[in-house]
């Protein structure tokens, strides 16, 4: 009996040590890595205060996160395990210009839906990330960081910071270091579906599963022409549409991830796109169903709060097709479109 306690504890101390050396020092790590921690998955204790101010075990759920885009972002994908509870989507990134991590989020409600923001840093192993204008600001935190563990929690203020006040608490525990993708149409956080069943959530909704086609792009005064794959599935039990994209031509490859839905708050469709490059950041397009029957997406300046000259064309008029073109304009007085790429892509059985 005592060898076999010996060799247990031989075993475990080897995977704890294999473990440390797979985490590095949160301290050093290069900006844009900062959140590879949280690759894996986690069974998750949310904690809520409660009207007394004392803090309760009132839900238990999984999370798993991924690395995207080769490193380029980081996806969280959150599931309540009540079929109707919550369910969350993040995607995150550093910002090099701004030297700030980016937190794109939808944690949809009924027939609600739509992604916002936070930004923010890791300092002495701590990430602070904010939301909001003038006094009133929202704060996500992140600490007690190890490679077993993490604690998040919320807060908020309506006096510049002098004051805030907590609701909820998540605390992770690891159960895998990698997470498995899911397969199929239906991805983690679906459940039952139906939370989501406006018509507007309709129109990407099939664009789930296995597709190839063709691609070509404008490069200077010719164009390359390039092979294009794309899978997908739906998550927050059918409110939004999750799309990973690589095109390739020749040597070269680029991946591009994007959320697709229907941003009840603005009544337009909705499709937030990040690329692979360093100095990529998520594009936000909203728009609607064209006079000719395709549906035209606008990309909107979030800094600027207003629309710039970049559009998508989608024609979905065949089942099992969907052809996408994309057109840029130079002049923001009198917009003359010129097609820039266009991808035609088929359903694979």
């Known amino acids: 009996m005592k060898r076999v306690s010996i060799l247990s ?19 050093t790590l290069p900006k844009d890595r900062e959140f590879d921690f949280w690759i894996g998955e986690w069974d998750v204790n949310l904690r809520i205060q409660q009207p007394d101010k004392q803090w309760k075990d009132q839900i238990k759920s999984k999370a798993k996160i991924y690395s995207v885009n080769d490193g380029r972002a980081i996806l969280e994908l959150w599931n309540d395990q009540r079929p109707q509870g919550i369910k969350g989507f993040s ?17 949809p409600g009924r027939n609600s839906s739509g992604l916002s923001s936070l930004s923010g840093e890791f300092r002495h192993g701590r990430g602070e990330f904010f939301a909001g204008q003038g006094d009133t ?23 510049g910071g002098k004051t805030w006040t907590h609701g909820w608490i998540m605390e992770f525990t690891r159960t895998r270091q990698t997470p498995d993708w899911p397969e199929g149409t239906k991805g983690h956080t679906y ?5 989501c069943n406006l018509p507007g959530f309709d129109v990407f909704r099939s664009f789930t599963g296995d597709w190839e086609g063709e691609v070509k792009k404008r490069d200077g005064n010719s164009w390359k022409t390039g092979q294009a794959r794309l899978n997908g599935f ?27 839905s229907f941003n009840s708050y603005a009544q337009k469709l909705e499709d937030g796109r990040l ?12 728009g609607g169903l064209s006079e ?13 709060e207003q629309e710039i000259l970049r559009k998508y064309e989608w024609d979905l008029s065949k089942e099992g097709e969907v052809s996408v073109t994309v057109k840029e304009a130079s002049d923001p007085q009198n917009p003359s479109w010129s097609k820039v790429k266009e991808v035609k892509l088929r359903r694979q059985q």
């Open 9 to 27: 504890l031989l075993i475990l101390l080897l995977s704890s040590s294999l473990l440390q050396a797979q985490f590095p020092n949160q301290l």
């Open 91 to 107: 995607l995150r990134y550093y910002d090099f210009t701004r030297e700030k991590w980016v937190l794109w989020l939808n944690w």
């Open 137 to 159: 600001l929202t704060r996500y935190s992140f600490s007690d960081i190890s490679p077993y563990y993490l604690r998040w929690d919320d807060a908020f203020t309506k006096d």
């Open 191 to 195: 459940d039952q579906g139906g939370r």
């Open 234 to 260: 739906e998550v927050l039990n059918g409110c939004a549409v999750l799309n990973f994209m690589t095109e390739t031509y020749g040597e070269e490859s680029t991946k591009e991830f994007s959320i697709k």
């Open 275 to 286: 690329g692979s490059g360093k100095n990529d950041l998520l594009r936000r397009y909203y």
């Open 292 to 304: 000719n029957g395709i549906y035209t997406l606008t990309e909107f300046d979030e800094r600027n």
